[in-house]
């Protein structure tokens, strides 16, 4: 595109050249200097091809005039009808006038062939071209007006070309110009981190937000458009060169997270194996060691283990429903020990144990442990304020109708448990904070006389969970 503009200037420029070389008959000092003045501009890129073709084409106007005048003064004032013209223009045929018409000739041969070059689907530009194609046949007669005529066509035709070719440009900016915007903003969005390389692509969005609004107050001359053209190109290479920043910040960053992923697979490799050498050396297999060796359901690793799955569950919002805890004693388990003993107590805890499992398997089978001795503890995920008092009132009501038997010992004996409730309710909640929340309300049920269910924090669980409608505060 470059080396084509640089054509058309040549070709101006020659034909400007050529004016100069008229007939002095022809000219005024004007117009002499100001196609001189002209000339230079073009030369020296103060002036656009635009604004040279509305220079030549009143400059082709004003030559046009004088000539006429020349013809004119030279036959007496005769009126200007066709046929005079033609008499005239026949007579002077061999002054300096006919050369200047076929310099013209030949300029305008140059500068239509480079155009239909440029332009090849353009209509207007292909027939001015066979029009002059038509005036080299005619060659040695002269043909000044018709020439001018032409110069003038051509450099309207010209001008609709360049019009079309600055808003083609200027929309290819725009457009480009978007682009870069949204790439910025994606990126800037994106990162990983607030440092220097991510801040300045973000400040690429304003940058190209300015652009494109000084792209629409922007007329179509060619020179502002080749100063914004510049402009974009400086942009994009500052902002390649902030990209090139970022992509190393972001690979550092990766770096980073990588060892720190290897130094912690690391960790966990060796907690495995530290993991499986205690089991071998305690003979028994790992998931083993997760397990109640009386009651065969979860102990306390296993309940500590399950407790780190759920607090990444709520941090990340993937459980599916309210959380709770439930804590279950049984009431004066001392004394039953004491007076039967300890083998009773086994069994008494065993007994517990089955009831609360089957007892929950109805209501989405909860995670349930032996916590310690003869605490248990229920994890309940996905039932209601309501649902996880009706379990609890369940159990209760079943330990306290079904008295516990052991034939072998032959003894009988009827027993109670004091419960508590805890609910995890936002963000802060986490499940060692919960355990205790629902131990407070357990050893308030103890304190009360036992046989009690107490729920910690009740008004703030009605309010962000569910309503509770059994139960004590
Ligand atoms: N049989 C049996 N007893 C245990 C076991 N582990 C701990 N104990 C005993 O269980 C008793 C725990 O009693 P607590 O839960 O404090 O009961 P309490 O103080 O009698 O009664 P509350 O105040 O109603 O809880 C202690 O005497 C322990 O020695 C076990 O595995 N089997």
Same mark, same amino acid.
């Given at each position: 595109m470059r080396s084509d503009k640089e054509d058309i200037k040549q070709a101006i420029s020659t034909l400007l050249s050529n004016f100069s070389s008229f007939d002095q008959r022809i000219f005024n000092k004007k117009q002499e200097r100001s196609i001189l003045t002209l000339k230079s501009k073009l030369r020296s890129g103060e002036l656009s091809i635009h604004e040279s073709l509305d220079e030549i084409s009143s400059i082709s106007q004003d030559i046009s005039i004088a000539v006429s005048s020349a013809i004119q003064a030279t036959y007496g $004032?005769?009126?200007?009808?066709p046929s005079a013209y033609s008499e005239g223009v026949e007579k002077i045929m061999h002054a300096d006038i006919a050369i200047a018409t076929n310099r013209l000739s030949v300029d305008l041969d140059r500068l239509s062939t480079i155009l239909v070059k440029e332009n090849p689907k353009n209509d207007d530009i292909r027939a001015i071209r066979e029009e002059v194609v038509g005036l080299k046949v005619h060659e $040695?007669?002269?043909?000044f007006f018709e020439s001018m005529d032409i110069l003038s066509r051509l450099s309207w035709s010209m001008h609709r070309i360049n019009d079309r070719r600055t808003e083609k440009e200027k929309e290819y900016l725009g457009n480009l110009a978007s682009y870069l915007k949204s790439m910025a903003n994606k990126i800037s969005d994106s990162s990983t981190t607030n440092d220097k390389s991510s801040r300045s692509l973000s400040s690429f969005v304003k940058r190209f937000d300015g652009f494109i609004e000084e792209l629409e107050h922007t007329g179509n001359n060619e020179v502002n458009v080749d100063t914004m053209r510049d402009q974009m190109l400086y942009q994009v290479k500052m902002m390649q060169s902030s990209m090139n920043d970022f992509i190393n910040n972001q690979n550092r960053v990766i770096r980073e997270q990588k060892d720190i992923i290897e130094s912690q697979q690391a960790q966990i490799l060796s907690m495995e194996s530290n993991v499986a050498t205690m089991s071998k050396n305690l003979g028994i297999a790992p998931q083993e060691m997760l397990k109640d060796n009386l009651t065969g359901v979860a102990n306390k690793r296993g309940y500590d283990l399950h407790c780190e799955q759920l607090h990444e569950k709520w941090k990340n919002k993937q459980n599916t429903g309210p959380l709770s805890m439930i804590v279950i004693n049984v009431d004066h388990f001392e004394k039953i020990n004491d007076i039967h003993n300890r083998d009773v107590g086994d069994l008494i805890v065993t007994w517990l144990s089955d009831v609360i499992k089957n007892l929950g398997?109805?209501?989405?089978d909860p995670f349930f442990a032996r916590y310690e001795e003869d605490l248990f503890v229920i994890c309940t995920e996905g039932l209601s304020p309501f649902e996880a008092l009706s379990l609890i009132k369940r159990i209760q009501t079943y330990v306290q109708k079904n008295p516990f038997n052991s034939s072998y010992y032959q003894v009988s004996l009827s027993l109670t448990v004091s419960i508590g409730l805890a609910f995890f309710i @936002?963000?802060? @909640?986490a499940p060692q904070g919960v355990f205790s929340f629902a131990v407070k309300a357990l050893n308030q049920s103890k304190r009360k006389g036992r046989n009690q269910v107490w729920i910690s924090r009740a008004s703030l669980i009605s309010e962000k969970i569910g309503p509770l409608t059994a139960g004590k505060k």
């Open positions: $004032g005769k009126s200007l009808i $040695g007669k002269t043909k398997s109805s209501y989405k @936002d963000e802060y @909640d």
